[in-house]
């Protein structure tokens, strides 16, 4: 028997023997660069830290942006009496005001709606704090005040007491300088008695620009009382009236109001709603449309005697404006060319010095600001 052939063993299977790798260049000597990159690479990099936590440090500015526009007849509320709607809108503006970090100021410096000034310039030596409260202050302050014009439109009596005038503010550049600072209370005027701030102003326009005052004077920093002499400055706007260059407020002002009337500003501050406020409680309290059925954006302080004072930031509360959709923006002829250059063709600007300009630039736009009657007269 024949033995069959075995196949023959199989063929290992070998793996290819890598190729040698190649002969690595010689490695080119050490330039310059690299040896100033070893030196200069970590300051940079401390560099880039430092500017990154500089970011979000707080820098010594106050920046203004633009804020809002708030209707305010929903935010007045009559107490012990009727009130009516209106089918228009009375809105009041309003800044958006922060310490920005050194990121936000750049951002601020370059963008056209926003401002910059020196902490300094806005707060004086007073801290964030103590200028808000004194902002909140300021609009509590006003608020009073606007009911006071408003009733007294509508023909009632309000009866008004203080004890004296408060500094705020003291303007740079005039002979007040250096005379009197905020918190200095004034309590008369060449001898006649100033209780309220109606009282100090009617006491200066009976002057004359160059008129030196003696201002009875209790000192903020101290229980003293002086007599101060002040030379009233011509006003830039109009050099016949003179002025002596502080922003005032009533101490311990107290209203005794024939209607209780409420607003509620939340957490907003400063004096800027007043004529609004004003507006917004004579629209409340009497039948018909104040605005015609407009969209109307104001701003302006409200005084005693019903004049209207600027406030400040109305290129802001400008763009507020255009932003809600106002058709009409009411501003003190102080701060009116401001407003124009801001709103272009936007938004129609009128000027108004007083609350009865305020009325009828709004019977012009087909309110019924002349029939407003005098239902406060029915209570004498």
């Known amino acids: 028997m024949t033995t069959p052939a075995l196949p023959p063993p199989p063929t290992a299977a070998v793996e290819p023997e890598p190729a040698a790798p190649p002969a690595e260049p010689p490695r080119p000597p050490r330039q310059p660069i690299a040896r100033v990159w070893l030196l200069v690479g970590p300051l940079l990099v401390v560099a880039l830290l430092a500017l990154t936590v500089s970011a979000f440090v707080d820098v010594d500015y106050i920046l203004l942006a633009p804020g809002s526009a ?41 963008h056209p709606d926003i401002d910059l000034f020196p902490r300094q ?40 007491s203080g004890t004296g005038v408060r500094v705020l503010n003291v303007s740079s550049g005039l002979p007040v300088e250096g005379k009197l600072q905020p918190g200095d209370v004034i309590t008369a005027l060449d001898g006649d008695p100033a209780t309220l701030d109606d009282d100090l102003r009617r006491l200066i326009e009976e002057r004359e620009p160059g008129d030196v ?26 050099p016949d009236v003179p002025f002596i ?42 039948p018909g449309s104040l605005t015609g059925g407009k969209r109307v954006a104001i701003t302006g302080a409200i005084n005693p005697d019903g004049s209207v004072g600027p406030v400040g930031g109305v290129a802001q509360k400008t763009v507020a404006a255009i932003e809600a959709d106002a058709s009409v923006f009411l501003v003190p002829t102080d701060e009116y060319d401001v407003a124009v250059d801001v709103a272009g063709d936007d938004l129609k600007v009128i000027r108004v010095d007083t609350l009865d300009d305020a009325l009828e630039a709004l019977d012009g736009l087909g309110g019924n600001a002349r029939e407003l009657g005098k239902p406060g007269k029915s209570d004498d």
Do not use: C, H
């Open 245 to 286: 260059g502080i922003v005032i407020e009533t101490r311990d002002l107290e209203f005794d109001f024939p209607v209780d009337v409420r607003i509620d500003s939340g957490k907003v501050g400063g004096p800027s709603a007043g004529l609004a406020f004003t507006l917004a409680i004579l629209d409340r309290l009497t």
């Open 213 to 238: 005052v003696t201002l009875r004077v209790e000192r903020a920093d101290s229980e003293e009382v002086e007599d101060v002499e002040v030379e009233l400055a011509p006003r830039p706007e109009d």
């Open 70 to 110: 708030t209707p305010v007849q929903p935010l007045v509320e009559v107490k012990n009496g009727k009130t009516f709607d209106d089918e228009g809108q009375l809105m009041y503006t309003t800044v958006g005001v922060g310490q920005p970090s050194a990121i936000e100021a750049v951002y601020g410096w370059l």
């Open 121 to 160: 310039d806005i707060n004086g030596d007073k801290s964030n704090e103590e200028t808000r409260r004194e902002s909140l202050q300021m609009m509590d302050t006003s608020k009073l005040v606007a009911t006071k014009v408003a009733l007294e439109e509508l023909g009632y009596t309000v009866e008004v």
